[in-house]
């Protein structure tokens, strides 16, 4: 099983433009994540998905979409990129809610240069 | 709202030497607590959790006892090494909320001095 991956690893962007991120679980997981993690700022929720096909906003949404139209796939989309953006984002999943079942599992980030 | 406080770091120390790493959390109910571990140049992992009070994880040498007298999860380890340099994450989860959201603490990195 590869768990989770993330494609790109490393992109450069300039303002205004749009990319798409993507994250693909092979683990059968209901849930998924997106985070963004800052200096000194700990990892942030962006948003997340309970299931294929619903997408819920987190804590910083702004300025990013998502899409869950295939149970192991998640998309991040930036429409319109900002250097407030920079950051590097990670993608998470898990089986569900309940005790012993919120585990998280993390893809190995992409890194995100907004210039 | 549930939150969480770990130690700032960077915490330097030598081989061998004793770790402990404070945490403490706020939340109603009944949480579950977790340590996630980042390697340079990767994603989180999981170190360990406990999902009830006096629950006691561990994993590689560290461990982390879910008080909820004190609202803590410190991790500790008694000999750390060189290998052990990374970033660690403490973190709780309401495993009844919707989508079991994480609430992670701000990450304290951790350098071992060979």
């Known amino acids: 099983n590869a768990g989770v991956t993330q494609t790109p690893k490393f992109r450069v962007l300039k303002t205004g433009q749009s990319m798409t991120l993507l994250c693909a679980q092979d683990?059968?997981?209901?849930?998924m994540y997106w985070y963004r993690q800052d200096p000194g700022m700990g990892l942030r929720l962006i948003h997340y998905?309970?299931?294929?096909?619903?997408?819920a906003k987190g804590e910083v949404p702004d300025g990013y979409n998502v899409s869950r139209l295939k149970k192991q796939n998640f998309l991040l989309g930036l429409e319109s990129a900002a250097p407030s953006q920079t950051s590097v984002y990670f993608c998470?999943?898990?089986?569900?809610?309940?005790?012993?079942?919120?585990?998280?599992?993390f893809g190995p980030g992409t890194r995100l240069l907004v210039l | 709202g549930n939150s969480v406080t770990q130690m700032e770091g960077p915490v330097t120390l030598s081989e061998e030497a004793f770790l402990t790493i404070n945490c403490t959390y706020t939340?109603?109910?009944?949480?579950?607590l977790f340590w996630y571990v980042q390697y340079p140049g990767e994603g989180l992992q999981l170190l360990l959790k406990a999902t009830k009070a006096d629950d006691k994880g561990s994993n590689k040498g560290f461990e982390a006892t879910y008080r909820k007298e004190t609202t803590s999860f410190h991790l500790e380890k008694g000999s750390v090494q060189v290998s052990d340099s990374a970033v660690y994450f403490c973190?709780?989860?309401?495993?009844?909320?919707?989508?079991?959201?994480?609430?992670f603490g701000s990450g304290t990195r951790l350098s071992i001095r060979p």
């Open positions: 683990m059968n997981h209901e849930y």
């Open positions: 998905s309970v299931g294929e096909g619903t997408t």
């Open positions: 973190a709780l989860s309401d495993p009844w909320s919707s989508a079991s959201k994480i609430i």
């Open positions: 939340a109603t109910g009944y949480p579950s």
């Open positions: 998470a999943s898990s089986y569900r809610a309940g005790r012993d079942q919120e585990t998280q599992y």
